[in-house]
């Protein structure tokens, strides 16, 4: 397997609604960062054709739909999804354990190029509060941990997390085990809403993959500048 260049490991999110933005940022971001991930927000304004678009500009696209269903209708959005050729896709896994394999049989269809299939764990936005809410009486970092490794068994080839599960979801699941890290922010950027700020250099000492970076990129006075300086701060490990 090849080593993941410095840049490769940016997903630049894609939260507008601006198709016509979002290609802009695609075209000049092209060679200088990994990829666009692209949400429910522009996936629902500007659908499949939106996508295809993205792609079209030579960018690996990360779909961040989080299918999450029965088995058969994931498997039927799975295989709805591979024409668009995203780099990325995921599912709930919460689901559990028959849909993720459904999921992982369907991107298995798109033969040697196929997706990489990871899956949602614990949303960010949640802590043991609104877990118990739901009925799961965990500590967020357990839940993390089994739900990841439920991920594995299932066939996935890694998870979404936040930085601060990186390191134990390493150490127990190997270091083939794809890490997407969403919430990460550069000393230099605003910390908008985050309230803990993990560098793009940290996520990746600590095990870190793949890294989600929105505004301190797309809200940059110049977007490549900043992927650039990213990019420079992961080779550098500062």
Known sequence: MSKILPHERTFVALDT????????????????VGGMKVGK???????????????????????????????????????AALP????ILNVHASGGEVMMRAAAQAVAEAGEGRPLLIAITVLTSMD?????????????ADQVLRLATLAQYSG?????????EVEDLREHLGK????????????WAASDDQKRIVTP??????????????????????????????????????
Do not use: W
């Open 84 to 87: 668009l050729k995203p780099y």
């Open 201 to 238: 250099a940290a996520a990746v000492a600590i095990g870190a993959d793949y890294l989600v970076i929105g505004r301190p990129i797309t809200g940059a006075a110049d977007p490549v500048e900043a992927a650039d300086k990213i990019a420079a701060e992961i080779a550098a490990g500062v």
């Open 41 to 79: 927000e522009f996936f629902t304004a500007c659908g499949p054709d939106g996508v295809r678009a993205v792609s079209d500009c030579g960018m690996p696209v990360f779909m961040d739909t989080k299918f999450h269903d029965i088995p058969n209708t994931v498997a039927g959005a799975i295989r």
């Open 176 to 187: 083939d085990f794809k890490l997407v890290v969403p919430g990460i922010r550069p000393k």
């Open 156 to 164: 996935l080839d890694g998870v979404v997390c936040s930085a601060r």
């Open 17 to 32: 609604t601006d198709l016509a933005h979002a290609l802009s940022l695609a075209k000049s971001l092209s060679g200088h």
């Open 128 to 140: 043991e509060s609104d877990l118990q809410d739901v009925g799961v009486d965990s500590a967020v």
